[in-house]
């Protein structure tokens, strides 16, 4: 299959400057929640912003999920998910209510501490990268910087699913992976040359 990446169009998601960014590096992409788009791409990238429990609402309503898990488990495509897109990967989330989410990375989304520094974290910051030899992070280390906006953070229940961790207020993690799942809590859209270097990672090195 040729290279060619699916942002997942839900309605609740940074769409544009993640294509932009993906066009930037010279790959196909398409924005849309079809089937047949989600089947003919070879990546998917699941965007999001705002609450946790109304990006699930979204997903659920916009997105056919059965469809979308077959690619995902059974055809073993790469998935990003990114800030949002990252939590509703998890088990529960608990911003305004406790609410479920895909459960396809067992964990919840909780609030970070809020203190000694005001939430949410709105800027940039480095990753304490674990998984050192990971191709996500080739030609990634601790002196990139990415961008974050987020309140809440994601706790996986299976700590070996944590790639790296970032530090504010408390350590938290950054970047999951379970197989060909792939989560950051960072906007790397947003994140300039670091981020463009992650997503080309995600594209050429998981496949």
């Not at 809440?152 to 993690?173: C, D, G, Q, R, V």
């Amino acid at each position: 299959m040729k290279t060619k990446i699916c942002i997942a169009d839900y309605g609740c998601g940074n769409t544009k400057s993640i294509f932009n960014a993906i066009k930037y590096l010279g790959y196909k992409t398409i924005v849309s929640g079809n089937n047949r788009d989600i089947s003919e791409s070879s990546h998917l990238i699941l965007p999001g912003v705002g609450s946790f429990s109304n990006a699930i609402d979204k997903i659920k309503l916009n997105l056919d999920l059965k469809f979308l898990k077959k690619n995902i488990f059974e055809n073993n495509k790469p998935i990003l998910g990114i800030c949002v897109g990252m939590q509703a990967l998890g088990t529960y989330g608990f911003e305004f209510k406790k609410c479920k989410g895909l459960n396809w990375i067992e964990g919840k989304v909780t609030k970070m501490k809020n203190n000694p520094n005001i939430l949410p974290q709105i800027g940039w910051n480095n990753l304490n990268i674990i998984s050192k030899n990971n191709k996500l992070f080739e030609n990634i280390d601790e002196k990139d910087f990415f961008y974050f906006v987020h309140s809440f953070k994601f706790n996986p229940k299976n700590k070996k699913e944590i790639l790296a961790n970032t530090k504010y207020n408390e350590i938290f993690s950054s970047v999951i992976l379970k197989k060909n799942i792939i989560g950051v809590q960072f906007h790397p859209e947003k994140s300039q040359i670091s981020g463009l270097k992650l997503l080309k990672n995600f594209i050429e090195n998981f496949k």
